[in-house]
């Protein structure tokens, strides 16, 4: 079963950057589109930006669009969300899973964004 590990959050002042990892185990992760969701305290989980199995394409969220990149590694098993001009709306937990949601979630990692 594949098992997703995120890291890379941390405490930023807006304007900021942060570039987020996701590390997948298996072999399933190549094959999968892949997506970054984040949940702020007290609202639901919410999708932030897919990318195709193979990179071809990839789609954000509006409210990020412009300032969010995601990529993959295929090789290394790795997804990435590079996030420039960070704003406070930002703050939330980030997690990456395939396009339907149905590996078990990781830990996550912490992104908060300071005013």
């Known amino acids: 079963q594949v098992q997703l590990v995120e890291s890379g959050g941390a405490l930023v002042r807006t304007g900021g950057s942060l570039r987020l990892s996701c590390a997948a185990s298996?072999?399933?992760?190549?094959?999968?589109?892949m997506r970054w969701y984040r949940q702020a305290p007290g609202k639901e989980r919410e999708w932030v930006a897919d990318i195709s199995s193979a990179a071809g394409y990839t789609y954000y969220k509006d409210s990020v669009k412009g300032r969010f990149t995601i990529s993959r590694d295929n090789a290394a098993n790795r997804l990435y969300l590079q996030m420039d001009s960070l704003k406070p709306e930002d703050t939330a937990m980030y997690f990456c899973n395939n396009d339907g949601a149905t590996w078990p979630w990781g830990q996550g990692t912490q992104v908060t964004v300071s005013s």
């Open positions: 298996g072999l399933a992760f190549k094959w999968s589109g």
